[in-house]
């Protein structure tokens, strides 16, 4: 694909597109990505990634990530910092999938441990964390109960068994956001949300049974300290979202927002899915304050499912999920806009920063890491496709550049529709299968979708994080079984 | 017949992009629902026409009229995990836009019954347009999977 020829090139990692590219840019485009990463970028993240660069109030630069590629509005892998006093807020700069993450899970069990019961635990996990169309999640919940749950974030499904308390320590925000306020959210988004608690989802949503074999762990000690200690030791990652609930909250805010916009605001965008409102205007407000609420009903969400995962090794080994060393590594979220203090420009300012598809990497000693991170820097999980493998990396004190972001996975390279013509599911199972990976679906076209080579190479995308000093490899995860969404 | 609607492979990398096409907005529009279906259910035929729902919508403009309808069908498909296609369905103009009503049939969601594929979990307004040509009328929708 044709790299705009007005890129200048800053490092071998780091590109940038200049205002003079387009008309309306504020900032200049920032693009982290080795040479190739950048040769094979998708024309919309040029053309994406500048639009970006125009809204009103940006900061610094509009950055995309070393795994961007196209997406609605903003690239995925969208970076954008806003002056939060003139700036604005845009759904399409979060995303769709409200604080779509990862989370870490921990064993203390070892490859050769977990292999003869590989298949019983892919199995029973696939029938306690509900995959796929229409299914409803495993916790009751009323309406108003929900209403709770998404105004106290992954506490809520503490406070009710579903985990323990130090997990809440290890994911992101502490997983709430406070300022969450339901009554912001429309009956509707209530309506696809209050049964989906506790379910996986469908597309590149999956849960994955993998294993720290001992030549992938390129930093001893910092692996020490996010709990990787034994040989080939196996973990728990997963990845999911806000579900329609979150879906819901984007949909009504970006309807509210296109009309607002131009009538009100006068603001001109060049493209609908960057629909948009000052930050600090009651429609800015309002979708701030029920995004809060996504964010903590996708917190929730993970929260359940790592209880049912820790229910599930726990019935299989029979052992309690303690005595398995079943600790949450960390959770981290990728789709989200927050308020942020950072040094920008020599000062300390607070920044409203969009990350789509992109993951927060604070670096040591900075607030808001838990004690047990305060010399590593912060846990991040990047998911990797079902097939390659996924990585654990730790965040820098170079990362300021992007305002302490990093990649988020290794995006895609293939349309779902090309993935499905080249690849058939039940042959997929098979052939991983003879890899030693085990794979559990809910529905074979979906499975043909996530094939490996409809995803870009994820140690590409890794170095190029290292490289541009975004985050550092800690250690190189496999898969051995999954459950795919 | 051929199904008037077919998907698209180099719109939406990460996710179901499809075209659909009638002889007037309201053809568009019933083929766009089943293109919509079909991104969930292998064989939208296995959806039987169990219960109904009745739609009045109103939006600025036709696009973001087909934007509306799309939508419900999601919401349903979440709140009551409803399938749903649209049997009888009627465009107007009104002096700010469009408005649209529509009665809606279809069953609660059976595995066992409906091969399921991908969920759709959002309508985007990425490239949405619903257009006259000079055959009829034609639209292009992507949707977040």
């Given at each position: 694909?044709?790299v705009?020829t007005?890129v200048?090139?800053?490092?071998?990692?780091v590109?940038?597109?200049?205002?003079?590219?387009?008309?309306?840019m504020?900032?200049p485009?920032?693009?982290?990505?080795t040479?190739?990463?950048?040769?094979?970028?998708?024309?919309?993240?040029f053309?994406q990634?500048t639009?970006?660069?125009?809204?009103?109030?940006?900061?610094?630069?509009?950055?995309?990530?070393?795994?961007?590629?196209?997406g609605?509005?903003?690239?995925?892998?969208?970076l954008?910092?806003m002056d939060?006093d003139?700036g604005v807020?845009?759904?399409?700069g979060?995303?769709?999938?409200?604080?779509c993450?990862?989370?870490?899970c921990?064993?203390n069990?070892?490859?050769?441990e977990?292999?003869?019961?590989?298949?019983?635990l892919?199995?029973r996990?696939?029938?306690r964390?509900?995959?796929?169309?229409?299914v409803?999640?495993?916790?009751?919940?009323?309406?108003?109960?929900?209403?709770?749950?998404?105004?106290q974030?992954?506490r809520?499904?503490?406070?009710r068994?579903y985990?323990w308390?130090?997990?809440?320590?290890r994911?992101?925000?502490?997983g709430?956001?406070p300022g969450?306020?339901a009554?912001?959210?429309?009956?509707?988004?209530?309506?696809?949300g209050?049964?989906?608690?506790?379910?996986?989802?469908?597309?590149?949503h999956?849960?994955?049974?993998q294993?720290?074999?001992?030549?992938?762990?390129?930093?001893r000690?910092?692996a020490?300290?996010?709990?990787i200690?034994?040989?080939?030791?196996?973990?728990?990652?997963f990845?999911?979202?806000?579900?329609?609930?979150g879906?819901?909250?984007?949909t009504?805010?970006?309807?509210?927002f296109?009309?607002?916009?131009?009538?009100?605001?006068?603001?001109?965008?060049?493209?609908?899915?960057?629909?948009?409102?000052?930050?600090?205007?009651?429609?800015?407000?309002?979708y701030?304050?029920?995004?809060?609420?996504?964010?903590?009903?996708?917190?929730?969400?993970r929260q359940?499912?790592l209880?049912?995962?820790?229910?599930?090794?726990?019935?299989?080994?029979?052992?309690d999920?303690?005595?398995?060393?079943?600790?949450?590594?960390?959770?981290?979220?990728?789709n989200?806009?927050?308020?942020?203090?950072?040094v920008?420009?020599?000062?300390?300012r607070?920044?409203?920063?969009?990350?789509?598809?992109?993951?927060?990497?604070?670096?040591?000693?900075?607030?808001?890491?838990?004690?047990?991170?305060r010399?590593?820097?912060?846990?991040?999980?990047?998911?990797g496709?079902?097939?390659?493998?996924?990585?654990?990396?730790?965040?820098?004190?170079?990362?300021?550049?992007?305002?302490?972001?990093?990649?988020h996975g290794?995006g895609?390279?293939?349309?779902?529709?090309a993935?499905?013509?080249?690849?058939?599911?039940r042959?997929?199972?098979?052939?991983?299968?003879?890899?030693?990976?085990?794979?559990?679906t809910a529905?074979w076209?979906?499975?043909?979708?996530?094939?490996?080579?409809?995803?870009k190479?994820?140690?590409?995308?890794?170095?190029?994080?290292?490289?541009?000093?975004?985050?550092?490899?800690?250690?190189?995860?496999?898969?051995?079984?999954n459950?795919?969404g | 017949?051929t199904?008037?609607?077919?998907?698209l492979e180099?719109i939406?990398t990460?996710?179901?992009?499809f075209?659909?096409w009638?002889?007037?907005?309201?053809?568009?529009?019933?083929a766009?629902?089943?293109?919509?279906?079909?991104?969930?259910?292998?064989?939208i035929g296995?959806?039987a026409?169990?219960?109904?729902?009745v739609?009045s919508?109103?939006?600025?403009?036709?696009?973001?009229?087909?934007?509306?309808?799309?939508?419900?069908?999601?919401?349903?498909?979440d709140?009551?995990?409803?399938?749903?296609r649209?049997?009888d369905?009627?465009?107007?103009?009104?002096?700010?836009?469009y408005c649209?009503?529509?009665?809606?049939?279809g069953?609660?969601?059976?595995?066992?019954?409906?091969?399921?594929?991908?969920?759709?979990?959002?309508v985007?307004?990425?490239?949405?347009?619903?257009?006259?040509?000079?055959?009829?009328?034609?639209?292009?929708?992507?949707?977040?999977?």
């Amino acid at each position: 694909m044709p790299v705009p020829t007005d890129v200048v090139r800053i490092s071998d990692t780091v590109w940038e597109i200049p205002v003079s590219h387009k008309p309306g840019m504020l900032v200049p485009a920032r693009i982290f990505a080795t040479e190739k990463l950048l040769s094979d970028f998708d024309d919309g993240v040029f053309e994406q990634i500048t639009n970006v660069a125009t809204l009103p109030g940006i900061v610094g630069h509009a950055c995309c990530m070393p795994d961007g590629h196209w997406g609605y509005g903003f690239p995925i892998g969208g970076l954008a910092a806003m002056d939060p006093d003139r700036g604005v807020i845009s759904p399409g700069g979060i995303g769709f999938d409200i604080n779509c993450g990862m989370r870490l899970c921990l064993t203390n069990l070892g490859y050769e441990e977990v292999k003869p019961r590989l298949r019983s635990l892919v199995d029973r996990i696939a029938g306690r964390v509900p995959a796929g169309v229409g299914v409803e999640g495993t916790v009751r919940a009323s309406r108003d109960d929900f209403r709770e749950a998404v105004e106290q974030g992954a506490r809520w499904a503490v406070k009710r068994g579903y985990g323990w308390k130090e997990d809440l320590e290890r994911t992101e925000e502490e997983g709430c956001l406070p300022g969450a306020d339901a009554s912001r959210v429309s009956e509707k988004a209530i309506d696809r949300g209050y049964r989906q608690i506790g379910t996986l989802g469908s597309g590149n949503h999956y849960l994955e049974i993998q294993v720290a074999k001992v030549e992938n762990v390129f930093d001893r000690e910092t692996a020490g300290a996010f709990g990787i200690v034994l040989p080939d030791q196996v973990v728990v990652m997963f990845h999911c979202g806000s579900r329609g609930f979150g879906h819901q909250v984007a949909t009504d805010h970006l309807r509210v927002f296109l009309a607002a916009m131009r009538a009100k605001y006068r603001i001109h965008v060049p493209d609908r899915e960057l629909a948009c409102a000052p930050f600090l205007s009651p429609e800015g407000q309002d979708y701030f304050a029920a995004m809060k609420c996504a964010v903590n009903m996708s917190f929730v969400n993970r929260q359940v499912i790592l209880h049912r995962i820790r229910e599930v090794f726990s019935e299989i080994f029979g052992k309690d999920p303690k005595d398995l060393g079943m600790r949450q590594v960390y959770d981290v979220a990728h789709n989200t806009a927050k308020i942020e203090r950072h040094v920008f420009e020599g000062k300390p300012r607070e920044l409203l920063v969009h990350r789509k598809g992109a993951t927060r990497a604070f670096g040591p000693g900075m607030p808001g890491l838990p004690e047990v991170y305060r010399k590593t820097g912060q846990p991040v999980i990047l998911g990797g496709s079902m097939e390659t493998g996924s990585y654990l990396l730790a965040g820098v004190d170079t990362g300021d550049r992007t305002f302490f972001t990093t990649a988020h996975g290794s995006g895609r390279a293939m349309s779902r529709t090309a993935a499905r013509k080249r690849y058939r599911g039940r042959q997929l199972q098979e052939q991983m299968e003879e890899r030693g990976i085990y794979v559990r679906t809910a529905s074979w076209s979906g499975l043909a979708e996530e094939a490996g080579p409809a995803y870009k190479n994820i140690d590409d995308v890794v170095e190029a994080t290292e490289r541009a000093g975004l985050s550092r490899r800690v250690v190189r995860l496999l898969p051995m079984g999954n459950v795919k969404g | 017949m051929t199904s008037p609607y077919r998907y698209l492979e180099e719109i939406a990398t990460a996710d179901v992009a499809f075209e659909a096409w009638g002889a007037t907005p309201e053809d568009t529009f019933l083929a766009a629902v089943d293109a919509t279906l079909n991104t969930m259910v292998e064989d939208i035929g296995t959806v039987a026409p169990l219960e109904r729902r009745v739609f009045s919508l109103a939006a600025d403009s036709l696009d973001l009229l087909l934007f509306e309808l799309l939508q419900e069908l999601v919401y349903h498909k979440d709140a009551e995990r409803l399938l749903l296609r649209i049997r009888d369905l009627r465009i107007e103009e009104t002096g700010s836009g469009y408005c649209l009503h529509a009665e809606a049939i279809g069953e609660t969601i059976d595995p066992g019954r409906h091969p399921l594929l991908a969920d759709v979990k959002a309508v985007t307004l990425h490239r949405l347009v619903v257009e006259r040509t000079p055959d009829g009328w034609h639209t292009i929708v992507v949707l977040d999977v």
